[in-house]
C-alpha cells in the first residue's frame, strides 16, 4: 500500500488555499469566501477508512466532536468556533470519484497568516509547518495581488523554511480566470513577473502553475452530476468559449519541464468527437447533460490536473 503524502496548502487571506483544495477534491467541502474564512488547520484524508466523518480538536490538539458526515455545513460551523483549532476529514474516497489514484494524498488547509483581526492565525500556520510529516507545499499566489507586502514576507518565510528543511514547493497562480487578454492583459506578463518576483526572494527555477481552482471546482461538480448554480453556470460558459478557442491557453505558460507540459499537452489535444460536442452544446449549455469528455479536457485545462499529476509525482 501507498504511503501517504501530506501536502500543505499555504498562502495570505483570500488567495483561494480552500478553493483549491476543493477543486482537487472535486467537492464543495471547504467554505470560501473573500473574507477570513479558514481559521482552523484542516487535514483531509482521501484514502477509504472505517474512520468517522470528521472529527475537530482543541489547540491541545484533544478531540471535542466528532461526526459520521462531513459536509461544507459542518466544516463551516466549526470554523466559526474559537476553541476548534484542528480538523480532521475522512473523505471516504470520495475525490476519488473522478482520479483514482489521489487515495494516498493528503491536503492540509490553513489559514491565511495574514489576519490583523487574529494572530492566531499566523501560529497555526507554524504549528503545522513545524509537523515532521510535510512532503510537499503548494503555494498560492493571488494573480490579482501579486507582491503585495503580506506575500513577500510570507514568501521570505517560506523560502528560509524550505531551505532549513529541504521541502518542496509548487506555486500556483490562482484566479488567472480575471485575465482579460482582450483588454490587453496578458498571462505570459503575469507569469514572467510572478517568476522575477519569486527569484528575487531566493526561489530558484520555481515551478508555477496557472490555475483557474473555481473553474475547475465548477467543471468537476458539473462532471459529478451536481447542480449548479446560476452563476456557475454563466462562469462555466463563458470559460469554455476560452477554452474552445485556444485549449492551451494555460498550459503554455505554465513554468514546467518539458515531459509534465507535454503530458497536459497530449490530453489537451484529444479531439473530441464533433457530432457529440454540438449535440451536447445545443441541448443542454447549462444543464447537468454538459458533454463529459470536454468537460473532462476543460479540467486539463484548468491547471487542476497539472496540480494533481504534479502532487502524485512528486
Ligand atoms: N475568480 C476566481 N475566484 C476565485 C478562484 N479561487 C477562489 N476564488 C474566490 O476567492 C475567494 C477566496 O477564496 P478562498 O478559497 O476562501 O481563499 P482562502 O485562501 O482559503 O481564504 P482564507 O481561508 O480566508 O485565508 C472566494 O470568493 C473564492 O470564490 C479562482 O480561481 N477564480
Ligand atoms: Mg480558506
Known sequence: MKSNKNIIVMATMSSGKSTVINALLGWDLLHSANEATTSTITKIHNKK???????????QKLPIDR??????????????EDYIHYIDVFSNGYSNKIRKSSGN??????PGPNNSQDNNHQELLDSALNMNDINTIVYVMNCSQLGVNDDYELLSKLHKYITENNKDVIFVLNKVDIVDEERGESLNIIVTNAKLYLENIGFIEPVLIPLMAQMALV???SLNGEDLTRKEKNMLINELERFRINKHYLNDEALLNHSEKKKIKRNLNRIIPNLLHRFFTIISPNKKLRNKMELKQFCSYSGINTLENKLLSN
Do not use: M, Q, R
Not at 105 to 110: E, F, G, H, N, P
Open 49 to 59: 477508512s472505517p474512520e468517522f466523518g470528521a472529527v475537530c480538536y482543541c489547540s
Open 67 to 80: 461526526k459520521k458526515i462531513a459536509s461544507h455545513k459542518l466544516l463551516k460551523a466549526w470554523n466559526n
Open 105 to 110: 494524498l493528503v491536503y492540509i488547509d490553513t
Open 219 to 221: 467543471a468537476k461538480k
